[in-house]
């Protein structure tokens, strides 16, 4: 039982390079979302597609853009990395409905020098 | 503006002894509440949530949390900390998967 899979686990880019981070869910759900984790600041909202063929920005979105592939693929591109995004990556799923109940992946570790 | 708090930013407890992660929030409409838990190198992995009814709510593992409306509260408690309970804490508060988190509490065990 899969749930969330995000590739690659690590990577390290120099500045201006570019990368996509892959998530994929086997769990039928409709909505899926990028987020950011930095030290003592939690996890901040990237991006979110509500459902198969819609996309959001979510609190923190410069730099970044997304693409809802089919339903199971949400991937989160960076264009030209910057050193500011060095942070750890969490994509994560949720089946449709108010309650909001998230599934996480494992986390994609990224470091820009 | 929306906003979760979590005061305590590292708690050491002893194996066996009880604890209370504090979560105090900010938010417009009626909160859907959160409690994750997130192992080293792990994903976050929810603990509990809380919707409408009861504002105490069981989760997984043991744990516990209450809502406050008059605090706009929502402590996390397990009666007997386990040494395997060693990780980072969020509570967390949204809707619709678009969750505001708290910075996190980590928690240390001793045995």
């Known amino acids: 039982n899969a749930g969330v899979t995000q590739t690659p686990k690590f990577q390290v880019l120099k500045t201006g390079q570019s990368m996509t981070l892959q998530c994929a869910q086997d769990?039928?759900?409709?909505?899926m979302y990028w987020y950011r984790q930095d030290p003592g600041m939690g996890l901040r909202l990237i991006y979110y597609?509500?459902?198969?063929?819609?996309?959001d920005k979510g609190e923190v979105p410069n730099g970044y853009n997304v693409s809802r592939l089919n339903k199971r693929e949400f991937s989160l591109r960076l264009e030209s990395a910057a050193p500011s995004q060095t942070s750890v990556y969490f994509c994560?799923?949720?089946?449709?409905?108010?309650?909001?109940?998230?599934?996480f992946g494992e986390g994609s570790r990224l470091t820009v020098l | 503006a929306q906003s979760v708090t979590q005061p305590d930013i590292h708690i050491t407890v002893s194996e066996g002894a009880s604890l209370e992660l504090r979560c105090n929030y900010s938010?417009?409409?009626?909160?859907?509440l959160f409690w994750y838990v997130q192992s080293p190198g792990q994903g976050l992995q929810l603990l509990l949530k809380?919707?409408?009814?009861?504002?105490l709510v069981q989760g997984i593992k043991g744990f516990e949390a209450e809502f406050k409306r008059s605090q706009s509260s929502f402590n996390l408690r397990k009666p007997s900390v386990h040494w395997s309970d060693a990780a980072e804490y969020f509570c967390?508060?949204?809707?619709?998967?678009?969750?505001?988190f708290g910075q996190g509490t980590e928690l240390s065990v001793k045995p």
């Open positions: 597609s509500a459902s198969e063929g819609t996309t």
């Open positions: 938010y417009g409409a009626t909160p859907y």
């Open positions: 967390a508060v949204g809707a619709r998967g678009k969750l505001i």
């Open positions: 769990m039928n759900h409709n909505s």
């Open positions: 994560a799923s949720s089946a449709q409905g108010r309650s909001g109940e998230l599934f």
């Open positions: 809380y919707f409408s009814g009861d504002t």
